[in-house]
């Protein structure tokens, strides 16, 4: 895979939800997987089921 350009990363914090995160990114699991992406919401409440991503369970 080639690698994505750097660049400024914005993240906003979202009142009682996740991080919106917008810019390259490049996300490593803990098993070496490497995900690119352009934006991403982040979970910060603990229970998003697809860590480390928002998956909406803090809205419930
Ligand atoms: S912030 Fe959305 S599931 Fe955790």
Same mark, same amino acid.
């Given at each position: 895979?080639?690698?994505?350009? %750097?660049?400024?990363? +914005?993240?906003?914090?979202?009142?009682? &939800?996740?991080?919106?995160? =917008?810019?390259?990114?490049?996300?490593?699991?803990?098993?070496?997987?490497? %995900?690119?992406?352009? +934006?991403?919401?982040?979970?910060?409440? &603990?229970?998003?089921?697809? =860590?480390?991503?928002?998956?909406g369970?803090h809205q419930r």
């Open positions: 895979m080639e690698s994505m350009e %750097q660049g400024p990363v +914005e993240f906003h914090l979202e009142p009682h &939800g996740p991080i919106y995160a =917008k810019g390259k990114l490049k996300i490593i699991d803990s098993k070496g997987n490497v %995900q690119e992406l352009e +934006e991403a919401y982040f979970c910060r409440c &603990g229970r998003s089921q697809n =860590k480390p991503f928002c998956d369970s």
